[in-house]
T-cell receptor
């Protein structure tokens, strides 16, 4: 298994600002993903974080809004840019090989 | 048809009951299957992988029927601590390694 940590655990941000969320895995993993989860809803995949190349985004998510870095096999960042209240959500990262393990999430509130 | 569909629930059962969750997936090329549980305001945690031969872990039994594209999870002798949302997850839709989540089934075990 892999142990995933995320920071910050929560933040309250002003409209128009940006927040970068960090995801650290305790071992090298091939696959890392970023998700968003609204209260009472299931997880929505934002993108696959690819090591050494641009992230692969799902429909409805674009690089300008959610730039992602993956400099190595244990670390990734997701930035939520030019935030609006609609971006308020829980953001989760996962990492692993076939089995994916999740970080504790970042609870973002945009005022 | 949704990629991964689950019983909508919610399920309310007494302690000691046996409860079964079902899940269907749309893409016959899917390769890997999992059940995750998610507690309120927490990240999803891997409960068990689902193998073609079926697998059992204590009170939990998972089965896969590839011909019917159907996955099940059986919980015997339910405990209060089993109360959570159970997520059916499939990998390999369309050759991708990304996880596709069902919307989840909420279980409440009552004393």
């Amino acid at each position: 298994s892999a142990v995933i940590s995320q920071k910050p655990s929560r933040d309250i941000c002003q409209r128009g600002t940006s927040l970068t969320i960090q995801c650290q895995v305790d071992s090298q993993v091939t696959m890392m993903f970023w998700y968003r989860q609204q209260p009472g809803q299931s997880l929505t995949l934002i993108a696959t974080a690819n090591q050494g190349s641009e992230a692969t985004y799902e429909s409805g998510f674009v690089i300008d809004k959610f730039p992602i870095s993956r400099p190595n096999l244990t670390f990734s960042t997701l930035t939520v840019s030019n935030m609006s209240p609609e971006d308020s959500s829980i953001y989760l990262c996962s990492g692993g090989e076939n089995e994916q393990f999740f970080g504790p999430g970042t609870r973002l509130t945009v005022l | 048809r949704k990629e991964v569909e689950q019983d909508p629930g919610p399920f309310n059962v007494p302690e000691g009951a046996t409860v079964a969750f079902n899940c269907t997936y749309s893409n016959s090329a899917s390769q890997s299957f999992f059940w995750y549980r998610q507690d309120c305001r927490k990240e999803p945690k891997l409960l068990m992988s689902v193998y073609s031969s079926g697998n059992e872990d204590g009170r939990f039994t998972a089965q896969l029927n590839r011909a019917s594209q159907y996955i099940s999870l059986l919980i015997r002798d339910s405990k209060l601590s089993d109360s959570a949302t159970y997520l059916c997850v499939v990998i390999g839709q369309g050759g991708s390694e990304k996880l596709v989540f069902g919307k989840g089934t909420k279980l409440t075990v009552n004393p």
